[in-house]
């Protein structure tokens, strides 16, 4: 127990509140029997079936709801009075069979020099190469220019590249950008067109973050009231009340330029 008198079961409890996530959505995403996580919530931790996978599940529970698992973790030995047992190598890796070393055996002087004959040949093969590729290069001569003609000096600049050779570039009207200040903590997830995850977890109280992606932005925000939001430049400030969880999707015109 904390000097705040917080528990590990009302920490959890407090995280996953802000997360706007239930106890059944929790248990889908960690994969932990909703049983286990109300007994975890209480600090009953006997429901785990061994200090062993109550440590396991209280770090897989801290890391759904962007807590430290490792501090969470440490706090569960602290309660039951210290580190855990440590565990003896010489148990965990104990061989069934004795490992026979081999006599040390004289130098293999025949593969030694095939591995050195093998080494000049590709080092032949490739001095050949790359002289051949020079003769070529200087075999390359300008176009001949008909008699009583004069070279136009505008035709001697290079080619233009042809279409298929063209380089995208990235248009700057396709980016999306993000800009979070959290007032109190808050649950935040931050995913681009794709779904891709590019922030999952507490925005923290005075914490100001910012994304960018191409085409969309899905935002979700746990505690709506303690966020407020920048869109491209747009001061949006908050999407809703404190405790309302809120769900936006922002593009590069969003909101109306």
């Known amino acids: 127990m904390s000097a705040r008198g917080e528990t590990i079961g009302s920490i959890l ?3 996953r509140r802000s997360a706007g996530l239930t106890v059944g959505q929790l248990s889908a995403r960690t994969r932990i029997r909703e049983a286990l996580i109300y007994g975890i919530e209480r600090d009953d931790f006997a429901v785990c079936g061994g200090d062993f996978y109550a440590r396991g599940h209280i770090r897989s529970i801290a890391k759904a709801l962007g807590l430290d698992p490792d ?5 569960y030995d602290e309660s039951l009075g210290g580190e855990p047992p440590s565990v003896r190598a010489a148990r965990v890796f104990q061989a069934d069979n004795p490992i026979k070393l081999r006599e ?3 130098p293999n002087w025949s593969m030694a020099l095939g591995v050195a004959l093998a080494i000049v040949v590709v080092f032949g093969v490739v001095r050949v190469m790359g002289g051949d590729g020079e003769r070529r290069a200087s075999d390359v001569r300008p176009a001949s220019v008909p008699a009583g003609q004069q070279a136009d000096p505008r035709r001697t600049s290079s080619p233009a590249p042809r279409p298929g050779g063209a380089v995208a570039i990235p248009k700057r009207g396709d980016v999306v950008e993000i800009r979070m200040k959290a007032r109190e903590s808050s649950f935040v997830r931050v995913q681009d067109s794709k779904g891709k995850r590019l922030f999952n977890g507490t925005l923290k ?7 960018k992606a191409r085409k969309q932005v899905k935002v979700t925000i746990g505690n709506a009231g303690a966020v407020s939001l920048e869109v491209n430049g747009k001061d949006l400030g908050t999407l809703g009340r404190d405790g309302e969880t809120v769900r936006r999707t922002f593009g590069p015109a969003d909101p109306a330029r």
């Open 205 to 211: 109280a005075g914490k100001t973050s910012t994304w």
């Open 104 to 106: 040390r055996r004289s």
């Open 13 to 15: 409890a407090e995280a």
């Open 71 to 75: 501090a969470m973790a440490q706090r």
